[in-house]
């Protein structure tokens, strides 16, 4: 692999960690079909791009992932203060998304190895157009923002969420369209989708690295690269976009995501 392969490698997955399409997807379509890459090179080449755009988030939110570290730990002596705030939208939505995805990676993995999920994210993209067009037709002007978030909005995001391990649907995707249904306002869905990410792609990295096998089928140089070029793509994507959804209304929100979802549902690459 040369450095302009890893870069554009690296600005596929940043784009499309943040969007409705699945960039596991995207970037194992890229590297096989596009640049030749081996099929057993696939999961080492997925787990550096990704750890990139993990660490570009955990920069980005380092503050807010302090806060939540420190919270977690004044929590311990009262359980209860867990179901609370971010916090408790964290720990309920990781807990939802592990309850929703673990069986269909067990199905995926033992039952049905060619499952695909193509049809789910048709759906979801129609649901979401079809909320665009309820949106506009209330003329809705209150929207929750990030403060407001707890554990109940972590137990719809988390069981949406779960369905991403499912091939072809994004975690983005499916996180922002529950975010979208919760009532958040454009910014606020980014915002917690993109917080979101920071433990759900770290459990997803250590999953794979224990079970699946570790990141040795590349060179770590390689490895570095793409790492480096997704996290620098990432970062940059991520303030974009949380610079445009301040100024996004809902609703259009709603119609571009359920657009993308429905096309490439349809298309069948997510």
């Known amino acids: 692999?040369?450095?302009?392969q890893a870069i554009i490698l690296g600005l596929v997955q940043a784009v499309t960690e943040w969007l409705p399409l699945s960039s596991k997807t995207m970037d194992t379509i890229l590297y096989k079909d596009f640049f030749g890459g081996s099929p057993e090179s696939v999961l080492s080449v997925l787990l550096f791009l990704h750890f990139g755009t993990l660490a570009a988030a955990t920069l980005y939110f380092r503050r807010e992932v302090i806060a939540v570290i420190k919270e977690a730990f004044a929590a311990f002596p009262n359980p209860k203060r867990h179901a609370e705030g971010k916090l408790g939208f964290i720990v309920a939505a990781l807990f939802f998304t592990g309850l929703v995805g673990g069986p269909i990676?067990?199905?995926e993995s033992f039952l049905l190895p060619t499952l695909d999920g193509s049809g789910l994210l048709s759906v979801?993209?129609?649901?979401?157009?079809l909320t665009g067009f309820l949106l506009t037709s209330q003329n809705r002007h209150k929207w929750r923002t990030a403060a407001t978030v707890g554990w109940m909005d972590?137990?719809?995001?988390?069981?949406?969420?779960?369905?991403?391990?499912?091939?072809?649907?994004s975690r983005a995707g499916t996180s922002t369209t529950a975010l979208i249904w919760r009532g958040f306002d454009a910014e606020s869905?980014?915002?917690?989708?993109?917080l979101l990410s920071i433990p759900t792609v770290f459990a997803m990295e250590v999953v794979i690295w224990l079970f699946q096998g570790g990141v040795s089928a590349i060179p770590i140089a390689e490895g570095a690269m793409l790492a480096a070029s997704s996290f620098a793509f990432g970062y940059a994507?991520?303030?974009?976009?949380?610079?445009?959804?301040?100024r996004l209304n809902v609703a259009y929100l709603a119609f571009v995501f359920g657009m993308l979802m429905l096309v490439f549902g349809l298309w069948g690459i997510g």
């Open 1 to 4: 692999m040369d450095l302009l």
């Open 105 to 107: 990676l067990l199905i």
């Open 124 to 129: 979801m993209g129609a649901g979401l157009i």
């Open 154 to 169: 972590g137990v719809h995001t988390g069981a949406l969420q779960g369905l991403s391990a499912l091939p072809g649907v």
């Open 189 to 194: 869905a980014f915002h917690l989708s993109f």
């Open 237 to 246: 994507t991520i303030e974009v976009l949380i610079r445009a959804a301040h």
